[in-house]
């Protein structure tokens, strides 16, 4: 009985008691029983032809100069959730542009919403697999920056191949940053971060781990992500590293 109900409690957040061995974070297993928050509705008022686009709507290659009116260095998000890291960059860095790629649809509208309602001419978001964008559209040495905030996890082991931060994926990164561009990934699953720390150093030609410093939330939306935000708030550890293509 015990043991049925230890099995009923692990299949219903989807982490079997085989593959709980590592830490899983608080935030984690409160996302899985509690799910995520609704979206805020996004008002059918709002144009969103600019700001929203699919895979199949880019350019091939992705030539940023054909998306945006302005020039600028360009940086991709993948997995931009629902984005709060493409509004605060866009904001701050207005001599950038940046595209978020979101496979979830109502993500990818939401963040274009959020996009189009504060007027960032310098960022779009896509909807579609990040992977695919990386392997089958970005040019050689044209990105200045990929950033990966707490990707997917996957905790079963069979569902591992599924994690974004794979040796293709992490392959193309190198094909696509400029020299001297840079990748950055966070997240709160510390087995994660080690096995992609281990990855690269083994097998991917980019320079670090270089350390990257938290800094105090001067306000409730202060964080680089919505899941930084989540994870600090519940006290949960965040693991940053950024690697520079040499
Ligand atoms: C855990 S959430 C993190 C969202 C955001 N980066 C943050 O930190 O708040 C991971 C996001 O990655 C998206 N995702 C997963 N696989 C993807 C892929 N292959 N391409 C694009 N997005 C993906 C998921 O839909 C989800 O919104």
């Not at 020039?71 to 978020?100: C, D, H, M, W």
């Not at 931060?165 to 400029?178: C, G, P, S, W, Y």
Request: glycine share 4%.
């Amino acid at each position: 009985m015990v043991n049925f109900l230890a099995y009923f409690l692990f299949e219903l957040v989807k982490l079997p008691p085989s593959e709980a061995a590592f830490p899983i974070p608080k935030s984690a297993l409160r996302n899985q029983f509690m799910g995520r928050r609704a979206l805020r509705k996004v008002s059918p008022e709002l144009d969103l032809s600019f700001h929203l686009r699919t895979v199949e709507q880019l350019p091939n290659p992705c030539i940023a100069n054909e998306l945006f009116s302005d020039e600028g260095p360009l940086e991709i998000e993948v997995g931009s959730g629902k984005g709060l890291f493409l509004q605060n960059v866009a904001t701050l860095y207005p001599e950038r542009r940046y595209l978020g790629i979101e496979v979830s649809f109502k993500y990818a509208r939401f963040t274009a919403a959020r996009l189009a309602k504060h007027e960032l001419k310098n960022a779009i978001a896509v909807h579609g697999d990040g992977l695919r964008l990386f392997r089958e559209l970005i040019p050689d040495d044209s990105l200045a920056g990929v950033h990966v905030y707490f990707p997917d996890p996957w905790w079963k082991k069979r569902h591992r191949r599924r994690r974004v931060l794979n040796e293709a994926f992490l392959t193309d990164v190198v094909r696509t940053l400029k020299p001297q561009g840079k990748l950055h990934f966070w997240t709160d699953v510390k087995e994660y971060y080690n096995v992609t720390l281990e990855l690269i150093a083994e097998k991917i030609s980019l320079s670090g781990p270089r350390e990257v410093t938290q800094r105090s939330a001067e306000h409730d939306l202060d964080y680089l992500t919505h899941f930084e935000r989540r994870t600090r708030l519940n006290d949960d550890p965040v693991y940053r590293a950024q690697f520079v293509k040499e």
